[in-house]
């Protein structure tokens, strides 16, 4: 069976202790919150297939709870490739993609094809040229529009609509701080990043002055559409969170048309296990797990899932030539120093 976890060292798990504890694990995954009930149990039925069938006992492991870093943030400095879980699933993240670890799950020559990608995916270049990275899914981050507070005024309709003065106070995105006192604990870094990749630092100050605040994506999905002052015009979402919206008479789920901003939600394979974990791969691949991705507005990226996108969906996101020249979690911080430079009222966690 799988087990969730919430640190690498928890009490529950005392195994996971050890150094080499991560090792012995077959698959250590993360996924997004409102998915790991469903991933987890899939994953579960999947082990009993695979044991009912007499095949080979996989241990697995699922985060659990809030945690994301712990053990993740650990991988990285390990040089010995057999103290590493066979397989790694995780959204792209900085620790995910740092070389030293990116560099013990290189494809080797009996690497099985990737499923073909959805036209949206494809175009948008999500598959990893090193092979390394392999996309099975991806957050789409989409706007949540207030038609009634627009006022008159065009919605947005690409990215750069966003930077127009005349919204000014008027979008709101992830974010969260226990009180207007004290720093930013978390927000949407990619967010920031993207924007500044694509519109510069005078971009990225334009966005800074058109927003009001930020808060979690939960509280702005169901106050959206109410006259509520933490929410504006537009909130920027998870595809989710935007659906989830209770007021759907006032609100409109809008894909900006130059492409919905992507996270992809992939995975890193040692060579040596592709045998070995055939099941896991076909599992995360496969119809099972891909319809609860897309009903979750999770959408996998397979062509076999045609219909998880809307019609004429774009993608777009910073893309694998910036991940594989650039420091990641630099790059992303420094668009985050700008942003909150810029905004002046809101904070950032150091």
Known sequence: ????????????????????????????????????????????????????????????????????????????????PARLPGLLVSTIYQDILAPSLLAHYAPGPAARPLPELHPACAAAGLADPLGAFRVFATIPFVWLIDRRRLK?????????????PQWAGEIVFGGWRPNPQVAYQDYNAYLLLALYLEFGQSGLAAFAANVRHLQHNVRTATQAGSNSPDVGAIAVLPWLQAELCPRRERTSVVWPEDGALAMPIGYLLKPDCEERLAPLIDYLHGAQLGAVLARNCYPPTGAAHARAFPPGARLKWPGWAFFHTHDFAAEQRRAAELFFAAQGGLRLCN
């Open 152 to 164: 008159g005024r065009r919605p947005p309709r690409v990215w750069s609509d966003l930077l127009d």
């Open 1 to 80: 069976m799988t087990t969730p976890l919430h640190t690498s060292a928890d009490a529950g798990h005392p195994a996971l202790s050890a150094p080499d504890a991560l090792g012995t694990l077959d698959l250590l995954g993360r996924m997004p919150i409102p998915l790991r009930r469903a991933f987890k149990a899939g994953l579960d039925q999947t082990l009993a297939v695979q044991r009912a069938a007499g095949g080979a006992a996989l241990n697995c492991c699922c985060l659990g709870g809030g945690e994301w870093y712990s053990p993740f943030d650990s991988l990285a400095t390990e040089r010995d």
